[in-house]
């Protein structure tokens, strides 16, 4: 067979040499990753085909409804980039298949997972499947495609924009990557021909929106969504250093709040605790726990592990209103903290009295006129600032108006800290008095 020369970026030359059941690149805009893939799944096509193998290239998509939608525009257009690929390749409005007088014959099938999924499962002969814009497949379907593609030699390909580490496709092809998979990041200076268009757009976006400059252009994840309520405080808390390495004072009394969860079935139901100390006027955020389905023993174990850690001697639990509400098994949170109580680990409860309708929002505000008194350690509390950048407005489009805060996996860590955000003002407000007159008035459990 006649040697031909396919330019790609340098960075993925690599990805395409040797045996490998997985390819794929993550990245920012720019980074050439989409039309690479689209180039070298024609490059396989045709091999194959030239070998005389019959068989389809599988692209697929989460969301497609309609051929604008799936990646067909990007394969057409790498083809006919190449001579060579536009010699062995015949494209019509709404196919792509290798030419006739070919030794084999290759077909690009274009589908939606979200959709056609049990159909894809019905498709023999693929040789290779492409997941394009591969972030917000579900594990499901990946549990689903991959033994689909089940020809000997064939292989799985993924390109994606990082959103979060909570994604299935995050967690599949870069936490838990396998020997069999070559997959590298991809961003716009990797690219040899990324355009001079995109440049400017690219220093406009350094300057006009730098909060989401890393995630669009660098391939970070996404820490701003559309509404949300602290993306901006945490950007400027992040830019003046109050995200750094913070001490624990073992001396003080650290303040811990909690947002409760009352369903150890509900996997939407978090129980989640912000440790702080308020050090003069200032709140120092020091760490972050979050768990679902847990027990309370599990709760109070990781709060003790954490006291060890941090050399703490004295907490003061501080619960929101329905402290006294029964958990899904029977147990009163306040009763039990209390009973969970050592010589050990020395720990009060306070319950904050019901802040009425509105409670959400109220914290919300409290927060943003305190957020540049709040300090954050950049590793203990790293998920819990997720969350906060995350915590956003539920919107009604078609009226155009905010309808409060989304409930999602953000609101119970969002929760917590808007507790911490009113309960700092509400001591600020009692600095003159001491602290031990401040206690019972919240209803201190002894």
Partial sequence: MARHKIEIPPKLVDVFTGP?????????RGSGKTRTFAKMAA???LKAALKGQNGIILCCREFMNSLDESSMAEVKAAILSDPWLSDGWEIGEKYIRTKDGIAGRVDFKFAGLRHNLDSIKSKASIILCWVDEAEPVAEEAWIKLVPTVREHGSEIWVTWNPETKRSATHK?????????MKIVELNW??????????????????IARPEQYDHIWEGAFATVIEGAYYAEKLTLAQRQDRIC????????????YHDLAFSSSDKADAYAMWPTQMINRQMNWLGYYESIGQ????????????MRKTGVKRVEHVLPHDGRRPDGLGNQYADYWVAAATPEFDWSIRIVPNQGKGAAMQRIQTAHRHFNAFWFDAEGTEPGREALMHYHERRDDDRGIGLGPEHDWSSHGSDAFGLGACDFEDLLSRASQPEETLIPEYGTIA
Avoid: I, Q
Avoid at 20 to 28: D, K, L, M, Q, T
Avoid at 295 to 306: A, G, T
């Fill in 43 to 45: 490059v396989v096509g």
């Fill in 245 to 256: 390495k913070l001490n624990v004072d073992p001396l003080m009394t650290v303040r811990v």
């Fill in 172 to 180: 599949r092809f870069r936490e838990n990557a396998t020997p069999d």
């Fill in 189 to 206: 200076r990797d690219n040899p021909w990324f355009p001079d268009v995109l440049d400017e757009e690219r220093k406009r976006d350094r």
């Fill in 20 to 28: 490998a059941r997985y390819r794929g690149s993550y990245g920012g």
């Fill in 295 to 306: 027990s309370l023993d599990y709760h109070v174990n990781w709060m003790r592990e954490w």
